[in-house]
């Protein structure tokens, strides 16, 4: 079970942080990843981090968005500068094996970009 928090309204220019916490002693086994969707449009991947730490990021984060993991405190967090517009969806916490089973989602967290 993954339960996400730290969304929220915030003005364009703005940061916030997400977290994600497991259940169980296997997070960090888990592949983890935040996807964000917006109502009418695809899920689309923001960020991953494998179970050694090693990153990968949509294209349109341009270095405005960190994933880390606290696997003692099994914790996945995204940490958000800059936000703009365009970055308002609903945003998923996800974790997997490395073989693709115990996939497993978040009930997700709002993110309002607004002037």
């Known amino acids: 079970q993954l339960v996400e928090s730290g969304g929220g309204l915030v003005q364009p220019g703005g940061s916030l942080r997400l977290s994600c916490v497991g259940s169980?002693?296997?997070?960090?086994?888990?592949?983890m990843y935040w996807y964000r969707q917006v109502p009418g449009k695809q899920r689309e991947l923001v960020a991953q981090?494998?179970?050694?730490?090693?990153?990968n990021y949509g294209t349109f984060v341009k270095g405005r968005f960190a994933i880390s993991r606290h696997n003692e405190a099994n914790t996945l967090y995204l940490q958000m500068r800059d936000l703009q517009l365009e970055d308002t969806a609903v945003y998923y916490c996800?974790?997997?094996?490395?073989?693709?089973?115990?996939?497993?989602w978040g009930q997700g967290t709002q993110i309002t970009v607004s002037k």
């Open positions: 981090i494998n179970t050694r730490g090693y990153t």
């Open positions: 996800s974790g997997k094996l490395p073989s693709g089973s115990g996939e497993s």
């Open positions: 169980g002693n296997a997070f960090s086994t888990y592949i």
